[in-house]
Every structure is written in structure tokens, then in C-alpha cells.
């Protein structure tokens, strides 16, 4: 099954080299779209200057397209890279900042498999199925209850009106107890701060699976130096 992923980016330099490696390593093509301005709704406590997010990608991840533009929303920027990606059989739409263990990975692909002949969209329990780490050093929380499960894939040719909802009703749910994303929240003080930052203390990436905090931490101790 060809796997792709659409990446959307505004200055997210704390995340993006660690969640690039990750996806190669799961074999997914990544795309990504970056921002030349924050989306609308990023606006509070975000720098208006560029981050180092385009010099990582130039510099660790050649080979995969950068396509730059003004785009609005997080809608925009995920419906502009599904076009590039319709040789793909599905399509990733995953935060940067959302991790996932290989053992977990496995099982999420096989869940999409055996569905694919049925359903258009792949949506996930959040609630049951993420772990949310926050500024706050209250690492591991689980997800806060309600609202509308976000879509984490769909097949080519759809297009999202918003991150819980595509042009496209054959959708699927998963939940299941087990298998978990990681979901950093940009490591946020807490659910209301806007402001991006990361943790003093590497200590602070540990709750995560160690397949995870490491890269985590690698990645890092490379934007320290570039």
C-alpha cells in the first residue's frame, strides 16, 4: 500500500526533523506545506519571523516537496497537499507534533487495510487513543473528553472541511484499547496557552515510549547546533 502524508507547517522547528524521520522510517511519503505567515488561528503568542522548519527540511530531508503559500487555516494548508498526493492509496493528515510507535503504527495500518474496501475516511477515538503532553510537567494526561473525532487519514481525491470532518460520509472510527498517539500539543503550558515551546529538561520527554523521547531528544540536540 503506498502511504502518504501531508505535512502542514508554520514554525514548528521543535517537532518537525523528529516527525519527518519518523515517517520515513514508516516508509510514508511525506509533502509538506509551509507557511509564510501563521494560520488565523495561531495568531496569539506565535513568532511572525520564520523558525528553523526550512532548513531542516533542506538540510536533513532533501528529497521531500516543500510547497510554500498563505494559507489561511489548517484546513488549507492539509487541501492543497492532497492534490500533489493522489498517485497515494491513503493519505496521513497527522499534527508534527503527533508520534506513534512502530509496534502501534503496524497495527494502525493494518486496521486501515482491512477497511479500505469499505470506507473513504479514517477517523480515531481520541479520547481512548491519545496521550496529550503538556508544558506543565503533567506529561501523559489523557485526552480531554468531547467534541468530534479528528480524521488521521482518507483516501485521495477528498478534501477536509475542517480536521473532524471531510466532503466524504464513509468514514470509519478506531477504538480499541491498546495502541496510542502521542500528541505533544507543541508542549503547550496547558489547553489554553497558545504560545510554542519545549521542555528545559529532556527529563520532561520521558513519560512518551522510549522509541519516542529518544528521537524526541535527538532531534533536539540537533536544532541546537544548525
Known amino acids: 500500500m503506498r502511504i502518504g502524508c501531508i505535512v502542514p507547517v508554520w514554525n514548528r522547528e521543535n517537532f518537525i526533523g523528529s516527525y519527518l524521520e519518523m ?21 496569539d ?3 511572525l519571523e520564520p523558525d528553523k522548519s526550512e532548513l531542516i527540511i533542506n538540510k536533513y530531508f532533501p528529497d521531500i516537496e516543500i510547497i510554500k503559500g498563505v494559507y489561511p487555516n489548517h484546513r488549507d494548508s492539509i487541501n492543497i497537499g492532497l492534490k500533489k498526493l493522489e498517485n497515494c492509496d491513503i493519505i496521513i493528515i497527522t499534527d508534527c507534533d503527533m508520534y506513534i510507535t512502530r509496534k502501534d503504527w503496524d497495527e494502525f495500518i493494518e486496521w486501515i487495510k482491512s477497511n479500505i474496501d469499505r470506507y473513504d475516511v479514517f477517523s480515531i477515538n481520541f479520547e481512548r487513543m491519545f496521550i496529550e503532553y503538556y508544558y506543565n510537567h503533567n506529561y501523559g494526561t ?16 477528498i478534501e477536509i472541511i475542517r480536521i473532524t470532518k471531510a466532503h466524504n460520509d464513509r468514514e470509519i472510527v ?21 504560545k ?31
Open 142 to 157: 489523557e485526552a480531554k473528553k468531547g467534541g468530534d473525532v479528528p480524521i488521521v487519514a482518507l483516501k485521495p481525491g
Open 45 to 47: 503568542g506565535e513568532s
Open 174 to 194: 478506531w477504538d480499541v484499547e491498546g495502541p496510542k498517539w502521542h500528541h505533544m500539543r507543541f508542549c503547550k503550558k496547558n489547553r489554553l496557552d497558545r
Open 196 to 226: 510554542c515551546t519545549i521542555p528545559i529538561d529532556i527529563k520532561d520527554y520521558l513519560p512518551a515510549p522510549d522509541e519516542i523521547s529518544s528521537r524526541l531528544i535527538k532531534w533536539k540536540k540537533i536544532l541546537e547546533i544548525i
Open 23 to 43: 515517517m520515513q522510517d514508516f516508509d510514508v511519503k511525506c509533502l509538506v506545506t509551509l507557511g509564510s505567515i501563521p494560520w488565523s488561528t495561531y495568531s
